[in-house]
């Protein structure tokens, strides 16, 4: 069965710091994976998706993230932390039985003035 | 802008009392979901409609049932709410549900608070 694990419940950065979200992956096949974002008792908006196209994903409010076949890792990053950007992020994969998504566990992300 | 709504925002109920959650989407999608997601969890997928099938995930409880009129509106229904049943529900839509390749759109939630 497809899972993904979140490296690290909580995470704090200081405005201006790198932020860096874990996410890896099992999957017996090339999986579909997608981070979300979440603010306070908001419903979830995409941040991007990889499949299988280019390994290295652009996302909106400057996030990217690679797929690392080989340490069955996607991780999530950005370069300069904004206030704006302390929320909760999911990392989802999407298995073979079609439409269902399997989310992480979530990486709450504190950001420091 | 197309969009999925759910109402109410916040919704409190008694032990026991049924109630019902609304869902309704401008996006014209053919799958519409529901997720339960618990405080400090991750949303887990309680059933889905592609187009008018229904599609029951193995664990979910009997106590939760769904409805889909038409294509824009989803209603989940709570037969006899229990206390563990608080949460956040998240209605999600996407265009069909090929692997990986749709996007799903969520609503802002509906928080449901069982008294």
């Known amino acids: 069965a497809q899972s993904v694990t979140q490296l690290g419940s909580h995470v704090s950065v200081s405005e201006g710091a790198l932020v860096l979200l874990r996410c890896n992956y099992s999957?017996?096949?090339?999986?579909?994976l997608f981070w979300y974002v979440q603010y306070p008792n908001q419903g979830l908006q995409l941040l991007l998706k990889?499949?299988?196209?280019?390994?290295l994903v652009k996302g909106i409010n400057g996030f990217e993230a690679e797929f690392k076949k080989s340490e069955t890792s996607f991780h999530l990053t950005k370069p300069s932390a904004h206030m704006s950007d302390a929320a909760e992020y999911f990392c989802?994969?999407?298995?073979?039985?079609?439409?269902?998504?399997?989310f992480g566990q979530g990486t709450e992300l504190s950001v420091k003035p | 802008d197309a969009m999925v709504i759910q109402n109410p925002r916040y919704q409190v109920t008694q032990f026991g009392k049924p109630v019902t959650l609304s869902c309704s989407q401008t996006?014209?999608?053919?799958?519409m979901y529901w997720y339960q997601q618990k405080s400090s969890q991750a949303p887990k997928l309680l059933f889905h409609?592609?187009?008018?099938?229904?599609?029951n995930e193995a664990d979910t409880p009997d106590n939760f049932q769904s409805r889909r009129p038409n294509t824009s509106f989803c209603f989940l229904d709570i037969r006899s709410p229990g206390l563990g049943d608080a949460a956040m529900y998240l209605c999600?839509?996407?265009?069909?549900?090929?692997?990986?390749?749709?996007?799903?759109?969520f609503g802002p939630g509906t928080r449901l608070t069982v008294l």
């Open positions: 989802a994969v999407s298995p073979n039985q079609g439409g269902k998504l399997i």
């Open positions: 999600a839509t996407s265009r069909d549900r090929g692997q990986g390749t749709d996007t799903q759109y």
């Open positions: 996006l014209n999608h053919n799958v």
């Open positions: 999957s017996s096949v090339p999986p579909y």
């Open positions: 409609y592609y187009d008018k099938d229904f599609n």
């Open positions: 990889y499949t299988s196209a280019a390994t």
